[in-house]
């Protein structure tokens, strides 16, 4: 494989993927060091000779395909890992670095779908079935001015303390929480 190929595999990674070791004690942060099969990879790029820097990208590039097979390393595309953070929006969960995406740490505030169910339990509050797949409970006793109906926008949006404010098109929100 010559050096220009070897290139474009790296460069491959870098755009397409990162790098997410999955079976350490602890979840890696940005601080700690990169899996070894990346390390590898990257140092290829400092080899000087021709020929020594395709033998090591060969090497590397056969390291990470094992670690990948093994399970050790996960390369996983930027979009899967916000498709999981929207999906997961509204839990409260043990920070967990590979769905920050690549030690970014930029939280997700709002997500925008629309209602497909609104029910109201008597003393209960209403209970909100989004199109997303998430269900969402009323915690206040704010009481509505409208019927929800399917089809109608609605933004959730973190809130002070680990709370959500959830809001049908453009009435009031109310505080709601993630069933």
């Known amino acids: ?99 920050m995406g690549g030690g970014a740490t930029e939280q997700m505030d709002e997500i925008e779908t629309t209602l497909n169910r609104a029910s109201y339990v008597n003393g209960g509050g209403w209970t909100f079935q989004l199109a997303d797949g998430s269900t969402w409970r009323q915690v206040d006793n704010f009481p509505l001015q409208f019927r929800p109906a399917e089809g109608m926008p609605v933004r959730v949006r973190r809130a002070s303390m680990g709370s959500f404010f959830l809001k049908v098109a453009n009435n009031p929100a109310v505080r709601a929480k993630r069933q």
């Open 1 to 99: 494989m010559n050096i220009v190929l070897k290139n474009n595999i790296f460069a491959a990674c870098a755009v397409f993927g990162i790098f997410l070791p999955i079976n350490q004690a602890r979840a890696q942060t940005p601080t700690e060091p990169r899996p070894a099969a990346v390390v590898r990879l990257y140092e290829c790029q400092s080899v000087v000779e021709s020929d020594a820097r395709a033998r090591c990208y060969d090497q590397a590039v056969e390291s990470l395909k094992v670690a990948e097979r093994e399970g050790t390393v996960v390369i996983v595309e930027r979009e899967r890992i916000l498709e999981a953070r929207r999906a997961l929006f509204g839990f409260t969960l043990p920070a967990f670095p590979a769905l």
